[in-house]
């Protein structure tokens, strides 16, 4: 059975489809079957790994409120071992016709479950709201991962999501961990991204990924060759991040046991 990551933030910015494109594209590097679930009617993941969403004809919209089985919809990506569960924009009506459905949270839980078996990762991009499409996402989902983007107001909302996953986990999933905080756009070159990292480390201390993503052009050139970074310039930063990223995560999982001098791959250059 997979597990299933939700990848949420309600602040838009913040590197949250980046974080879901690159870590499902690490984990499917690392051999493990993933799937991403674009749960966002920007559709910035389906564009992200190479499919054009105004060609999309079947998206996530259908599985939640057709009951269309997401086995038949679901696409094969460039990245061997990572799948896609496309949006399209007609995913923004999905709120307003949830609203009078009885279980209406527990609609994506109800797709999710169909073919969560089939994979090892489920990665759920969500859209920067805290809308009922998030609400489905976060209980369907068994943790979420918070991406924080490292500027001035980093914690800006934070208090605002918590307390969002804290009524999903005491109405609606209470099986729901937070994977963790995983701090992004860190540009070395300020001071600024330091005391936001260790701003969010002294607030959320263990909740905090030791990973740390980040600022790398090549991060924001492979989406516009439908790419995940690590099969756009497997050498770059980005993509030796989310690398790391999904060892840590997959350390923290005990799902492999990876020895301490090799838990992170040391950086080659700051592309």
Do not use: W
């Not at 209406?104 to 489920?122: A, H, P, S």
């Not at 701003?199 to 924001?220: A, P, S």
């Not at 497997?234 to 993509?239: E, I, K, N, R």
Request: include cysteine; proline fraction near 4%.
């Amino acid at each position: 059975m997979g597990k299933i990551i939700a990848i949420a933030n309600q602040k838009g910015g913040v590197g949250k489809t980046t974080t879901a494109i690159n870590l499902a594209g690490s984990f499917a590097i690392l051999e493990y079957k993933t799937l991403i679930i674009d749960a966002d009617p920007q559709a910035n993941a389906t564009s992200g790994v190479g499919f054009d969403p105004r060609n999309i004809k079947t998206s996530i919209y259908e599985c939640i409120l057709d009951e269309v089985e997401p086995a038949h919809i679901i696409l094969n990506t460039k990245t061997p071992n990572l799948d896609l569960v496309p949006a399209h924009i007609d995913l923004v009506g999905a709120e307003i016709e949830l609203i009078n459905l009885p279980n209406r949270e527990k609609m994506m839980r109800k797709v999710v479950n169909k073919i969560k078996n089939d994979y090892q990762f489920i990665i759920i991009d969500c859209s920067p709201s805290l809308g009922l499409i998030t609400v489905n996402a976060l209980t369907a989902a068994d943790s979420v991962l918070i991406p924080v983007q490292c500027e001035y107001f980093a914690l800006e909302g934070l208090g605002k999501l918590l307390n969002t996953i804290k009524i999903v986990q005491s109405r609606l999933n209470e099986n729901l961990d937070i994977e963790g905080i995983l701090l992004t756009m860190f540009d070395t070159r300020l001071r600024l991204s330091k005391q936001v990292v260790e701003e969010v480390k002294t607030h959320f201390q263990t909740m905090v990924f030791d990973t740390i993503i980040h600022r790398n052009t090549r991060l924001g050139e492979a989406p516009s060759f439908g790419e995940t970074i690590i099969m756009f310039d497997a050498d770059s930063t980005g993509a030796i991040n989310y690398l790391n990223l999904a060892r840590e995560i997959l350390q923290k999982n005990g799902m492999t046991q990876i020895p301490e001098s090799q838990k992170q791959i040391d950086l080659i250059n700051e592309n």
